[in-house]
């Protein structure tokens, strides 16, 4: 049975141009969710999905950010414009149940580096 | 503002001692988390105790939960280097509060010298 998967695992981009980060949950899952995570910080909450709908986008920015989850295919987490604070680790976690009453697991993460 | 908040926020042992890690937080909880990091990697979970819970055991972890202090302890018993790792505590608000997410504090690192 196949963890969370995310992809890529690192991600190099320039100032302007857009990262798309990829996330796959465990199977059976229907709830995803997006974290980011700072150097020597905790994670900080993003966005959290079910299948076709964005159910709490409260840790979102504003602007650049969206975020997908289709019925068919992984989440999105999509950046436009990237911009040098964005570097950071990018978690995407899943759960079966949702509401955050149950285990979240998490994938390895994609590692952002905006030059 | 941080919900969970680990401390110490470094702890070095010999192996074979054993480490405890305790958290704090603010808010009403359902249920509160730990995680494991190693450096560099993804999360592991470790323990979920919910709010009507005041203890749990898993192999060599204890987690104690007193919601009357909001508070919550991780232990670690008869510890090994590879248990070197970040740890974090994350809590989930209750039903009803309109929000799902995890609250992560900063988390303690832990170095086991062998």
């Known amino acids: 049975n196949a963890g969370v998967m995310q992809n890529p695992r690192h991600l190099v981009r320039r100032r302007g141009q857009e990262a798309r980060l990829r996330c796959s949950p465990m199977k059976g899952h229907s709830h995803v969710y997006w974290y980011r995570q700072l150097p020597e910080e905790g994670l900080k909450f993003m966005v959290y999905?079910?299948?076709?709908?964005?159910?709490?986008e409260s840790g979102m920015p504003k602007e650049r950010f969206s975020a997908e989850f289709p019925k068919e295919g992984p989440s999105i987490l999509r950046i436009q414009q990237v911009v040098r604070g964005d570097s950071a680790a990018y978690f995407c976690?899943?759960?079966?149940f949702g509401g955050g009453q149950d285990t979240q697991y998490f994938g390895p993460g994609t590692r952002l580096t905006v030059l | 503002s941080q919900q969970g908040e680990e401390d110490p926020q470094a702890l070095s042992i010999q192996e074979g001692e054993n480490a405890t890690m305790n958290c704090s937080y603010k808010t009403s909880i359902n249920n509160l988390q730990w995680y494991r990091q190693n450096s560099g990697r993804g999360l592991v979970h470790l323990i979920l105790?919910?709010?009507?819970?005041r203890e749990k055991h898993s192999g060599r972890l204890r987690v104690t939960l007193d919601t009357s202090k909001k508070s919550s302890s991780l232990l670690i018993t008869a510890s090994r280097a590879a248990d070197t790792a970040s740890y974090f505590c994350a809590t989930v608000p209750p039903p009803g509060a309109g929000s799902y997410q995890l609250t992560f504090g900063k988390g303690t690192k832990l170095s086991v010298i062998p």
């Open positions: 976690a899943s759960s079966p």
């Open positions: 999905l079910q299948k076709e709908n964005i159910i709490d």
């Open positions: 105790i919910r709010s009507n819970e």
